[in-house]
């Protein structure tokens, strides 16, 4: 559908997703220090990402679609409710890469918003948990409208 | 190792209350997190501190893991640095541990958060 995966820090393709270490699933950004390490979930970027999204004015909400429906499915199990729905990270030692679906709101341009999206989910990553972000792919699956009822069902019959 | 002649060393839970006090001090960190079972935790005659682990290492370094949960902002390497040197400072013993930080989860306050793309 619409995917923008077009502009700015966006590689054809995933191509340089971030090199996970080698330890599979507890990927998690590492920052070593001579006292200690600090280390960051990945939760902790997902939550980031949903957080700098829902910042930028037009964005309705996250998740929606199927990859909506399967993460609340996910949340709910794990008592997190919406929190991180549409909401996908990868995270290595150094690098993340993030993808996002959401609703825009109707008369917002989706290109300026999925920018401006884009540009603070990057900052936001990048200066709270010092990870490079290489991508950061929206997929854009709905449109709210003003009048508030995009979720109804809109069929001629009752 | 100059383990000096100490009467009695500090029980793990000691260290691990005296850590915790350490961390919560921090005004980013919102609380500790023992895990999805609340397995990570210290425990000691009678007591129990969640998400604070103290270990000795086969190298009689003392090694302390924190499960932190931190509030939405600033930059989490900054306050896991902080955090550290809290904790280090709070067990002053002459072994200065190493201190692990995991940030666990991340609250957002709800505050206003209308800053995007801070400098």
């Known amino acids: 559908m619409t995917d ?7 590689q054809n393709q995933s191509k340089d997703r971030p090199s996970t270490g080698g330890g599979a699933s507890g990927s998690l950004a590492r920052l070593e220090t001579d006292k200690g390490v600090t280390s960051i979930s990945e939760d902790v970027v997902g939550k980031i990402a949903a957080i700098a999204a829902r910042e930028v004015e037009g964005v309705e909400s996250l998740g929606g679609a199927i990859s909506g429906a399967l993460s609340s499915v996910v ?7 919406h929190k ?26 989706i290109m300026d918003v999925t920018g401006a999206v884009r540009q603070n989910v990057i900052d936001r990553i990048e200066t709270m948990t010092g990870l490079e972000v290489v991508e950061v ?4 699956n ?12 809109t069929g001629r019959v009752e | ?26 005004d980013d960190v919102v609380d500790l997190d023992a895990g999805l ?7 000691g005659l009678g007591d129990r501190v969640p998400g604070v682990r103290v270990e000795v290492d086969r190298d009689g370094r003392t090694q302390v893991h924190l499960r932190l949960v931190v509030r939405f902002g600033r930059p989490l390497p900054d306050i896991g640095d902080e955090v550290r040197s809290r904790v280090a400072a709070g067990l002053d013993s002459a072994a200065e541990p190493d201190v692990h930080v995991h940030v666990a989860d991340i609250v957002d306050d709800h505050a206003e958060l209308d800053h995007p793309g801070a400098p």
């Open chain 1, 4 to 10: 923008t995966s077009t502009s700015t820090s966006m």
């Open chain 1, 75 to 81: 949340g709910r199990i794990r008592g997190d409710e």
């Open chain 1, 84 to 109: 991180t729905a549409g909401v996908g990270v990868e995270v290595g030692t150094k690098q993340a890469a993030v993808d996002l679906s959401m609703t825009i709101r109707y008369p917002a341009s």
């Open chain 1, 137 to 140: 792919n929206i997929a854009v």
């Open chain 1, 142 to 153: 709905d449109l709210a409208f003003p009048g508030g009822d995009q979720d109804q069902n």
């Open chain 2, 1 to 26: 190792m100059p383990a000096d002649a100490d009467p009695r060393p500090p029980s793990p839970v000691d260290v691990a209350r005296v850590v915790a006090d350490a961390a919560r001090s921090h």
């Open chain 2, 37 to 43: 079972a609340g397995e990570f935790a210290t425990y």
